[in-house]
């Protein structure tokens, strides 16, 4: 008889509507993830690809995928760009897959400050592998006899599929960002058996700073700077508080993050210590690559594995000189450009 670990895992389907999002500790890496408000805000073409291995000592744990492309309407001040994100769990593949198109305008305040506002519009999908779902009454037959099960909850199983909505804002200068935004704003229902299990608004601040460590009167060709920055998240009875910098000094990236709310330790539903973060990348001129390990220090423990995570971004240089030039003034602090 095959493990019987493969039980019940849709009578805990209404419990994951609660659970907070597919999340990257490397946010500022994944920046349509976090603030629709994002999109357009490289100088070149953009293309992003993320992936997330969370607990892989656990069987079968957490695995996120996304991948983005946008680009700067300079013409328009808008930017256009689209994101797939796919987030796999448990032994029998419970999978959540989003297609998501975003749309930012941008309005400069003045000549230091810009304004940009985005907005979020996904279809999702969400789908189980029922052949691996054992149920109380088939254990007393082999799992390979293919018996079907007569409880009513597995003749309701089925895949769904439902619109997003979301949006965002974002106020940056060359070294200052700050930024809000908003999801599940519909509160979409994404139920595998015909009930109400609706998706809970998540609401996002984030923001932070760029500090060059050189202010000599000589001309540097690399000048190293850190980047401290914060990402405050609500959704639904779930909190979560990142914070942090990076050092960065031409090629190399280097961070450190700390995740947890310690004010929340005897509340419920809450984290107080979750993972201390660290990461390690190089930025070439059109190629960026970092990985980043989650230590985990809540009560989980060392026994999870932590989280691995690696982000790829490509930079597509089709901008004319002169475009390029009236682009500079779109670049936020989280891509580590020089001043």
């Known amino acids: 008889m095959k493990s019987v670990f493969c039980f019940l895992i849709c009578l805990s389907v209404a419990q994951l509507c609660f659970g907070q999002d597919p999340e990257f500790s490397q946010y500022y890496a994944a920046p349509l993830v976090l603030n629709p408000a994002f999109t357009g805000t490289s100088s070149d073409h953009r293309i992003i690809a993320n992936h997330r291995n969370q607990w892989p000592n ?13 680009y700067n309407l300079e013409h328009l001040n808008s930017g256009l760009g689209v994101m797939i994100m796919t987030d796999k769990a448990g032994t029998a593949n419970l999978k959540s897959t989003t297609l998501n198109f975003q749309y930012a305008y941008k309005v400069n305040l003045n ?28 254990l007393m037959f082999d799992a390979d006899s293919g018996v079907p099960s007569d409880d009513p909850v597995f003749s309701n199983l089925q895949s769904t599929s439902y619109f997003d909505f979301g949006g965002g804002m974002l106020a ?26 609706q998706i809970p608004v998540k609401t996002s601040m984030h923001g932070g700073v760029r500090i060059p460590l050189y202010h000599g009167v000589f001309k540097k060709d690399r000048v190293a700077a850190i980047m401290p920055s914060f990402v405050y ?46 990461i390690l990348g190089f930025q070439l001129q059109k190629f ?24 790829l971004k490509f930079k597509l240089d ?9 682009r500079q003034k779109y670049i936020p602090c989280p891509t580590f450009v020089k001043d």
Do not use: C, M
């Open 233 to 278: 998240k609500h959704q639904g009875n779930f909190d979560q508080f990142d914070l942090g910098t990076y050092f960065f000094y031409e090629p190399v990236v280097i961070g450190a993050w700390y995740r947890g709310i310690p004010i929340l330790q005897n509340k419920a539903d809450n984290v107080s210590q979750d993972a201390v973060v660290v």
């Open 172 to 197: 940056y200068s060359r070294k200052f960002w700050l930024g809000f935004s908003a999801w599940h704003l519909n509160n979409p229902n994404r139920s595998l058996i015909n009930e109400e299990a």
């Open 58 to 70: 656990i069987t079968n744990g957490f695995v996120t995928y996304a991948l983005s492309y946008d």
């Open 111 to 138: 000549d230091k400050w810009v304004l940009s506002s985005g907005l979020n519009f996904g279809l999702g999908y969400r789908n189980i592998d029922f052949s691996k779902l054992v149920f109380g009454d088939q």
């Open 288 to 311: 960026e690559v970092t990985y980043s390990y989650d230590v985990t220090v809540s009560e989980l423990g060392p026994i999870s594995g932590g989280s691995h995570e690696v982000a």
């Open 318 to 326: 089709i901008a004319t000189s002169r475009a390029k030039v009236k």
